[in-house]
């Protein structure tokens, strides 16, 4: 990835809580991010994490209430997204920049033809004619390699498998040609054997259309297959961050190297027991006043209990949000 | 499982078919029927677990259940114990049930709301043993302990449990009646990665402690690789290869296998940059309209000609490792699977070699 472009996405403090009946839940606390032209940011964590609502609350797709994002900029070319109209913000999502989510099912409409909902967004965004619209649609239907396209369009998604359905997805997201595209779990629902052929179609787009990706997923093998840097997060945090070599290779945070260890190998030698990591993800009913991964640390001490450790640089391109420096054994130095 | 113990059968699974009749026309009569499960045959031996392997909608889930006899069963025999329950009747069946029981996937789906963990635990005591209330309680605070659940929750309900937690009240539930054998269907899917490890060193842990045996059913290859002894892989509606943990995992036999094993993404990247994946055509044919010949036909990179005509035998290729696959019929082929296990992990290249020889022939 070449460095010092100026980046296409850039995220600063984003703070998203959401008001229930039983008090606040604090969801996304203070995370900030770029995306580069061309490059595939992984998210990875678990349920919980806030890495879904860390992106649905970029673009405004978060219903409020009950959530709210308190704080943060997302400047995204010349406009900061959460300051921006409805208009300025329906004529941004969509056209530049296009969504996957996990279940293709629940986002396609189930009463229009895959034509219908493909040349939406081609008419209304980019203000084609039908026929026109029509003929881009298959061309993007045939591009995520769906087999007679021309007469497909006109088939509704359930008559649709469900790797082809995902494939729709995609050709949705891919309408207008967007600058950046957020897939959320988009082969989590899907066979391995699908989800393969999915991959392989991605990083054959990312070729032919180098636009910018962000990938979120709980599958580490899935991230380290398709991303150029990879973002960790837990309990609304961001806690390790760090080149997608770099972190499978030299994880630093507790929290990652636990997380690498309870995926069991597909090769080489079995261990007797899975790694674990004892405990629940924490409740996020307060602004964090002290490490969120402390209770299911092997390593926390007294200063985990009194601060949130800030992301902390641990080498080109990387940073830890922990007071633990594992090539010490001790505190770091910050 | 030490090997060379001879293992005594637990499970023996003859040829079940389970088919799902589909009505249709105006008069509602039967035209065809879904072959979810299409004769598959296998063994537990006591104490060890079989994996049951293979994507969505390939017949792994109903295959369990009709093994528990969840299902009235369209053909074939199911052995517990020696005793062919197949076509055992309900009031029959009840007196067996406490001998084998099932780990459901979702615990959210299979846990009653309107219970409490210990009346949901429990019931199967009120419904298959005369104990005294305290006894009862008794065997319930037991069982807590031994799932890792604290007793003080035993009042509370399975909504004030988190997902890791409540499989745990699952998997008490399966135990209460002291079962022999545990079919666990997906018992992992629905949980995050740090929960899951749990959960299997639970299993793993409660195996040994009460001599368990387990159908372990999991679409997750890396998870049954570490939890399995035996592992069975299915495609729509049949086993296409069953062989001991290690021969399947490095020296697979049957492309479909070999593909599903080549899908899984690896979470290292330097390893991943170097696999050379199989990837697969097209998608899995409906089971209501099943392809002739060969089920894997359709999508097989090695297809030859008998393939699209003849169905493949299912039998024993070498020792304790099963396969149905029509490169495994002739000679040449068996050289050739020869050179590539003497090698170790076939090699991607080998791979390919193997499959354009396949088209060839």
Redesign the interface.
């Known amino acids: 990835m070449p460095d010092g472009q100026l980046p296409v996405l850039d995220v600063r403090d984003l703070k998203t809580v959401f008001r229930t009946r039983r008090g606040e839940v604090h969801a996304v606390n203070s995370v900030s991010f770029d995306l580069k032209p061309g490059e595939l940011l992984g998210v990875v964590g ?2 919980g994490s806030g890495k879904s609502v860390t992106m649905m609350s970029l673009i405004g797709l978060l219903p409020s209430p009950p959530a709210e994002v308190r704080d943060g900029q997302v400047l995204f070319g010349d406009n900061d997204l959460l300051k921006a109209d409805e208009d300025t913000l329906r004529a941004i999502r969509g056209a530049r920049i296009g969504f996957v989510f996990q279940d293709p099912m629940t986002s396609l409409n189930p009463v229009f033809t895959v034509g219908y909902q493909l040349m939406e967004p081609l008419r209304k965004h980019m203000g084609l004619n039908k026929k026109a619209a029509r003929a881009r649609a298959q061309e993007l239907l045939e591009l995520v390699g769906i087999p007679d396209a021309g007469r497909r369009l006109k088939d509704y998604p359930h008559q649709f ?4 359905r995902q494939r729709v997805m995609i050709a949705i997201a891919l309408a207008c040609d967007p600058e950046v595209l957020i897939a959320d779990e988009p082969t989590t629902a899907l ?7 999915i ?2 179609l991605v990083k054959e787009l990312r070729q032919k259309l180098g636009m910018a990706i962000v990938w979120i997923t ?8 398709i991303a150029d840097r990879v973002m960790v997060m837990y309990g609304g945090q961001i806690v390790e961050h760090a080149p ?2 770099e972190l ?2 030299n994880p630093q945070h507790p929290y990652t190297r ?3 260890g ?6 080489g030698t ?2 007797a ?6 405990g ?2 924490p409740v996020l009913d307060a602004p964090p006043a002290a490490c969120p991964f402390r209770a299911r640390c092997t390593h926390s001490f007294e200063r985990c209990e009194r601060e949130n450790p800030p992301r902390i640089p641990v080498g080109p391109l990387h940073d830890a949000a922990c007071f633990w420096n594992p090539a010490t054994g001790g505190p770091r130095d910050a | 499982m030490p090997d060379g113990t001879p293992p005594n059968k637990l499970v023996e699974v003859y040829d079940l078919k389970m088919h799902f009749p589909i009505y249709g026309g105006v008069l509602r009569r039967r035209v065809g029927e879904v072959k979810a499960v299409d004769g598959v045959s296998f063994d537990i031996h006591e104490g060890e677990t079989l994996g049951l392997v293979g994507e969505s909608g390939c017949g792994k889930s109903t295959c369990g259940r009709a093994v528990l006899r969840l299902y009235e069963v369209t053909d074939g025999a199911v052995k517990i114990e020696g005793e062919n329950i197949a076509d055992w009747s309900a009031e029959h069946l009840r007196k067996v049930r406490p001998k084998m029981q099932m780990v459901f996937q979702d615990p959210q789906a299979s846990l009653n709301p309107r219970m409490t963990v210990a009346s949901i635990i429990g019931e199967p005591l009120d419904e298959h043993t005369r104990q005294s209330k305290k006894d009862k309680l008794n065997r319930v605070y037991h069982l807590m302990d031994a799932v890792g659940l604290n007793r003080d929750f035993a009042n509370r309900y399975p909504h004030e449990f988190s997902g890791g937690q409540r499989q745990r009240i699952g998997i008490a539930r399966a135990l209460a009646l002291n079962p022999r054998f545990i079919v666990c269907d997906e018992p992992i899917a629905a949980l995050d990665v740090s929960i899951q490890a749990q959960v299997v060193n639970l299993l793993e842990d409660l195996q040994e402690e009460f001599g368990l045996t387990y159908l372990f059913i999991s679409h997750d290859l890396s998870m049954v690789r570490h939890i399995a002894d035996r592992v069975a892989v299915m495609y729509l509606g049949k086993i296409v290869e069953l062989a001991p943990r290690d021969a399947l995992y490095d020296s697979p036999l049957h492309p479909y296998t070999q593909a599903l094993l080549s899908a899984v993404p690896e979470p290292d990247p330097s390893l991943e940059a170097r696999t050379e994946r199989i990837i697969l055509k097209g998608d899995v044919p409906s089971p209501a309209n099943p392809p002739k010949g060969c089920n894997f036909c359709t999508r097989c990179p090695q297809v030859m000609d008998i393939c699209r005509q003849t169905e493949p035998e299912y039998r024993e290729v070498a020792p304790g490792h099963f396969t149905a696959c029509h490169l495994q019929d002739g000679q040449p082929q068996q050289q050739q699977q020869q050179q590539a296990t003497d090698a170790g992990q076939p090699a991607p290249a080998q791979r390919q070699e193997q499959s354009q020889q396949g088209e060839d022939t």
């Open positions: 678990e349920s498998s469900g790797g082809m066979d391995v054997t699908i989800q393969a052929q991959l392989e709980h599958d580490l093998g899935v991230i380290a297959g997608v070599k499978f290779g636990a997380l690498l309870t995926v069991p190998a597909m090769h079995r261990e027991r899975l790694r674990v990591i004892e629940q993800p």
